[in-house]
């Protein structure tokens, strides 16, 4: 008894059929054969993966093959159809996962189909699919930097599973005109300072949700995954106005931010020694900023 109509959490039943016999038909064969490659890596929550789908053709055949996704695990997607076109053998449909993707492990398969002189169908065998944690996950702070000037952006790392070798990391979302350096990365990898240069025509204001893409170079092929998203960066019409501070003062390891707020320190010191100098501001003191009954 087959039934025909569900629908909700609980699949209530809307409509039932009773059959005693089922038809089946002889038919030719159909002009294309499907296969699912099984990915070589997991997908990482946070990540994306490309399942590569085969078609083989039947001779006299060359027409497109319309691929399409039966079902995914929670939490992950991909476009729902992608197209071999007439003359190729293989397509390539792209998965992401969110950050918080149901983890474990599932068979998908996807299903074909393509015209000659009417609609047939083929569909894949299963294929094994794991969605994993990340090796890292992270944060971005906060920076700032000037049009024509140059900073870095910090970012930390707080371990997940362990891998072997090192992650190269990309600082991405970054606005218009604002480039930044590639790092590397191991397991034991806690906090990163991204270089960051701005041209002359970087795009003004505060960029919002930048983020991390670390790829990871295993046996099965190249794993990719984001973290550190929320990120904020600022860029301002012109640098710091005040000179740079001498490296034994900043530091090798101030960032952007942190030298300009250094900077805005010393012109309110300024402008604090320059109102206790006034006279017509009542200190009656001198210029080097002490009164005339001042201390030494």
Known sequence: MPELVTFGPNRAVFCRSRIDRLTLAVVEPAPFTLALKPPGTELLRGGRIELEVAVERAEGFDGPV???????????????????????????????????????????????????????????SHVPLTVAEPH????????????????????????????????????????????????????????????????GKARLGLARNLFVELTVETAGGPVSWRTAHGGQLRVDRTAATAAAPADDEAG????????????????????????????????????????AGGSR
């Open 252 to 291: 090798p390891s101030k960032s952007r931010l942190e030298l300009l707020r250094d900077a805005a320190r010393r012109r309110a010191e300024e402008r604090r020694a320059a109102v206790a100098g006034d006279p017509a501001a009542g200190g009656g003191g001198r210029a080097d900023g002490r009164g």
């Open 66 to 124: 319309t691929v399409r996704r039966l079902w995914l695990p929670s939490g992950t997607s991909s476009p729902t159809t992608v197209r071999v076109e007439p003359g190729k053998t293989s397509a390539r449909l792209r998965v992401d996962a969110k950050t918080d993707a149901r983890l474990g492990s599932y068979e998908i398969a996807l299903l074909g189909e393509a015209d000659r002189g009417g609609t047939t169908f083929q569909a894949t």
């Open 136 to 199: 890292l996950t992270g944060a971005v702070s906060m920076a700032a930097v000037g049009r024509g000037g140059r900073g870095e952006v910090v970012a930390t790392f707080a371990p997940g599973r362990p891998f072997e070798g090192t992650a190269r990391a990309r600082l991405l979302n970054l606005p218009a005109g604002v480039t930044a350096s590639a790092l590397d990365v191991d397991a034991e990898t806690t906090r990163v300072a991204f270089p960051i240069e701005a041209s």
